[in-house]
């Protein structure tokens, strides 16, 4: 058992079981640092955290390239669904949705969530769970002391935690989200993407978590 992680680049990843991949957050074109185009990425799934351009990204040309079901807030699908793209899963924070390759829950965020000036429904985290292994995609947000519920409710092995500062929490408040979570390896995300972002992980340094930077592209085998 076990998934290879591969960081698209800002808060997007590509989990891969060896049967299944699912995608998280597939910003991809307008990225600055991405590696990858929309047409490299095949999966079963997506899953998306909030509404916002740089996690939405290239939702509809993946979900329609693919044939993949998309799991986001009601209102997204509601979106979608108008974009054309068939096979939809609607869920909102405390939802928790099963299928042939694992499960997807949605867990609170403290953001905002629109998409072209639309609203879009409540801002989440997600967690995803296929090929044995746990991961916590914190969305985009600020630290809350229920951070460390959802560690122990959903016992993530990787937690993807924002770090990036400005639009949510900075190095300083996710090394306490991640004290919080407890994941066994925490890794950096929505950081340097842009100059209004922090440019580095060096400061994000929780007791007690290992630590895993990821480069934009990079490809990472949790075992
Ligand atoms: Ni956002
Ligand atoms: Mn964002």
Redesign the pocket.
Known sequence: MGIELTYLG??GFLLDDGRNAVAIDPFLTDNPVAKHKPSEIRCRAIVLT?G?A??FGDTVAIAKANGATVYAAFEITAYLEEQGVSKLEPGNPGGKISADWGWVAFTQAF?SSSYNGRYMGMPTGVVAHLGGVTVYHCG?TTLFSDMKLIGEIYSPDVALI?IGDR??MGPELATRAAEFIKPKVAVPI?YRTWPLLVQDASGFKPKGVEVKVLEPGETWAYR
């Open positions: 800002h808060a909030h916002h740089d996690h953001h985009d924002p639009f949510t929505h």
